[in-house]
């Protein structure tokens, strides 16, 4: 059994909050540690039927970056969701929802800046 490891390191302020997220992974080609301002990480627990979840950004991650990190969560959760489930129009539901949230966000963002 091959077996391959991904190792994240968070560098943290004095009061504990994200500064850096860099990240290795064995089968990966790239030689150097890469770097992250946000990242996410879950796991299903099915003994207790339940999502286990990291999900953490840096001080530098912008509110526009995070719209757009969730955006593209949401849009391949539906592709990964679809292989899974082949289910087809629940994926294209989800990626609806991705959407309207993208161009939501958006619009608030220019009300805003106005």
């Known amino acids: 059994m091959h077996k391959s490891n991904i190792s994240i390191d ?6 504990k909050v994200p500064e850096q997220i860099k990240w290795k992974a064995s ?3 790239a030689d150097m540690d890469q770097t992250a301002k946000a990242m996410m990480l879950a796991f299903w627990d099915g003994a207790d039927k339940s999502a286990l979840r990291i999900d953490l950004w840096t001080k ?6 995070m719209a757009d ?9 539906a592709d990964t969701f679809n ?6 129009e629940l994926s294209a539901e ?9 161009q939501k966000f958006k ?8």
């Open 10 to 15: 968070v560098y943290l302020d004095e009061q």
């Open 27 to 29: 089968d990966s080609s």
């Open 60 to 65: 530098e991650m912008m509110v526009d970056e």
């Open 69 to 77: 990190f969730y955006y593209q969560l949401l849009m391949t959760m």
């Open 83 to 88: 292989r899974a489930t082949n289910q087809p």
């Open 94 to 102: 989800m990626k609806e929802f991705a959407k309207d949230f993208m």
């Open 107 to 114: 619009k608030e963002q220019l009300n805003q800046n106005q």
